[in-house]
């Protein structure tokens, strides 16, 4: 009976000893794993939404009055109306299905667009973190948003005064899910040129690039204003351009240094040189201005300030204040050519300047990153083996992508929006200005 008894005792002992041993190794090795689970960081989180808040400031109401001051009286109202609409319209678009092409799961076809497992939000948490980020994903979806939401009413410059309301949505809608989507997903979301190395680190390439260069292409088939060149209107209020482009500015602050997704010195220096590269290339414009034409303008210092931001955006996250210096001097006189080049010696109707300021400003300094960028420049260093002339190879095929995939896809939606509504409105309304033709109000009751 002993015998039997230690028998039974023994499995029992280590059965015992096993559960204890086994318990503790499970708490003990779970440590390692709740540490590792991504958590929100209260002071990143309260920042980017922040910057949330000033990147949407950008577009209502610091664009809208930007452009709606350049404009004549009698179309003030429309070019608010435009940028209005078109926030509205990004906004649910990106929550059903920009979001997700753009920072989507593209399975085999990751390298070139996202999947719709996030349409609608769909598969993403209350307290989800975003990967690689310590931000609440419903805080990133917010925040890139409102990139969205600026991209296509940057466009709106170039064909204000003589296009459809009805065409302004449709093409909007249309331009973010076949070219915003597929550049974010490229640069931003995984995708092939992410793989390549290339640098963007605020929207050189996905901003202002692709508005730019949409654009022009739009202009090109929706025609010319009636009267351009030889019976041009200057801006109907110079005080309302000011006020817009100073709260672009103040803006911008959240668009590069918001891009860091931190609240740490990464968005500290962003900041800094956006400021540095805005203040340097409106002197600069201002400049030019005053020694060809006699008369520095305001309407000309504040183009030159967005001139500026622009070519900065690229590079924000990547050059040290010197640099941003460098790239300031270089938008302002590299985007004063190219608007005295389109306007005056092409004849191209790009009514506010859309291509020489954020298109060429954002070709230019995402070339720039890779000079700048440079730890022997005062950059924060282009990585490991990584040269000078290795980096703007990647950049160039960059922008060489970002152009080419604009300029196509902006022709085939411009033609097939005028086949479906139409582009321009008739003479007659143009004549009359669309506050009253297209909307039925007008800016000013005097």
Known sequence: MSGIANRSAVPFGLTLSTLFVAFFSVFLLAEPALAAEAVVNGADTAWILTATALVLFMTLPGLALFYGGLVRSKNVLSVLMHCFAIACLASVLWLVVVYSLAFGDGGSLQSWIGGLNNAFFAGIGAGQVRADTTLPESVFFAFQMTFAIITPALIVGAFV???????????????????????????????WLAGLGVKDFAGGLVVHATAGTSAVVLVLVLGKRHGFPQDMHPPHSPGMVMMGAA????????????????????????????????????????????VKGGKPSLVGMVTGTIAGLATITPASGFVGPVGALVIGLAAGIVCYGAV??????????????????????????????????AASLGGMGLGEKVGIGD???????????????????????????????????????????????AHGETGYNL
Not at 257 to 284: D, E, Y
Not at 361 to 370: D, H, M
Not at 408 to 421: N, Q, S
């Open 247 to 290: 709260m672009l500015w103040v803006g911008w602050f959240g668009f590069n240094a918001g891009s860091a997704l931190t609240a740490g010195a990464g968005a500290g220096m962003a900041l800094l040189v956006t400021h540095t590269s805005a203040a340097t290339a409106s002197l600069v414009w201002m400049t030019i201005e005053w």
């Open 161 to 191: 005064e003589r296009m459809k309301f009805g065409a302004v949505l449709l093409f909007s809608a249309l331009w973010l899910i076949l070219v915003y989507a597929p550049v974010a997903h490229w640069v931003w979301g995984g995708g």
């Open 340 to 373: 005295s080049l389109i306007r005056v010696r092409l004849k191209i109707d790009d009514s506010l300047d859309v291509f020489a300021v954020h298109g060429v400003g954002g070709i230019l300094g995402t070339l720039l990153t890779a000079i700048f960028g």
């Open 391 to 437: 980096q703007l190879w990647v950049q160039a095929v960059g922008v060489i992508a970002t152009v080419a995939w604009s300029v196509v896809l902006t022709f085939v939606i411009a033609k097939a929006v005028g086949g479906i509504v139409g582009l321009r409105v008739d003479e007659r309304d143009e004549t009359e200005g669309l506050d009253l033709t």
